[in-house]
């Protein structure tokens, strides 16, 4: 179920910043593995993983898409990206 509450981080990707208060976020149901987060207003998804302190984001494409909403049981991130 999207998840408004957490640490807020900005990034950037491909020089378009966005900042996670303002997008959906998808809990994974675990803490160890990713958050996915969608721009309604772009239909972009993003994933947030962690690697120790860090985090890296990458923007996620159509396939990458269908996995994970396969993956965590999350058929609400298909229909909002399309």
């Given at each position: 179920?999207?998840?408004r509450?957490?640490?807020?981080?900005i990034?950037?990707?491909?020089?378009?910043?966005?900042n996670?208060?303002?997008?959906?976020?998808?809990q994974?149901?675990?803490?160890t593995?990713?958050?996915?987060y969608?721009?309604?207003?772009?239909?972009?998804v993003?994933i947030h993983?962690r690697?120790?302190?860090?985090?890296?984001?990458?923007?996620?494409?159509?396939a990458?898409?269908?996995?994970?909403?396969?993956?965590?049981?999350?058929?609400?991130?298909?229909r909002k990206?399309?």
């Open positions: 179920m999207p998840n509450r957490g640490a807020i981080l990034f950037s990707i491909n020089d378009t910043k966005f996670t208060s303002d997008l959906k976020k998808f994974t149901g675990d803490p593995l990713p958050v996915i969608l721009d309604e207003a772009s239909s972009r993003f993983n690697n120790g302190w860090k985090i890296d984001t990458d923007e996620v494409d159509a990458g898409i269908e996995k994970l909403a396969a993956r965590f049981n999350i058929p609400s991130l298909l990206s399309r």
